[in-house]
């Protein structure tokens, strides 16, 4: 199936992601839809078990969840006709929705054993 990225990985992007959309949707007026996306998406990877999770509140598994129905709903935001955006804000809106897409897929979701673990002999 090919090289799958790491964890740590999808949770950088997912990170730069993120804190991209707040930083938009905080100079713009585009109402609260692209708000809560971008808090999802922050709060998302913040609580994840992995390497860079701040809380380790949810499991991997919950988190590529998560992933799937931000990703969509970020598709949806930005391809639909009945909240007003912006232009911009739904490129940057619709960029991340394919960017999540195409991560979800890649990366690799299982934990890692310990070090020592690993090791044989």
Same mark, same amino acid.
């Given at each position: 199936?090919?090289?799958? *990225? ?6 950088? #992007? ?5 804190? $991209? ?10 109402? !609260? ?7 999802? !998406?922050?709060?998302? /990877?913040?609580? +994840?078990?992995?390497?860079? @999770?701040?809380? *380790? #509140?949810?499991? *991997? ?6 992933? /799937?129905?931000? $990703?969509?709903?970020?598709? +949806? ?7 007003? #955006? ?7 809106? #619709?960029? &991340? @929705?394919? !960017? !999540?897409?195409?991560?979800?897929? &890649? ?15």
């Amino acid at each position: 199936m090919g090289f799958k *990225r790491p964890f740590w990985a999808h949770q950088a #992007l997912e990170y730069v992601l993120a804190l $991209a959309l707040l930083s938009h949707v905080l100079r713009v007026d585009d109402g !609260l839809w692209p708000r809560l996306l971008a808090a999802g !998406l922050l709060i998302n /990877v913040a609580v +994840v078990d992995g390497p860079l @999770g701040a809380f *380790r #509140l949810v499991t *991997r598994k919950q988190h590529r969840v998560a992933d /799937v129905l931000l $990703a969509t709903g970020a598709v +949806v935001l930005g391809v639909q006709w009945w909240v007003e #955006l912006s232009t911009l804000t739904r490129v940057v809106v #619709l960029g &991340i @929705g394919v !960017l !999540l897409s195409a991560l979800i897929p &890649i990366t690799q979701w299982e934990s890692r054993p310990p070090r020592w673990r690993r090791t044989t002999g």
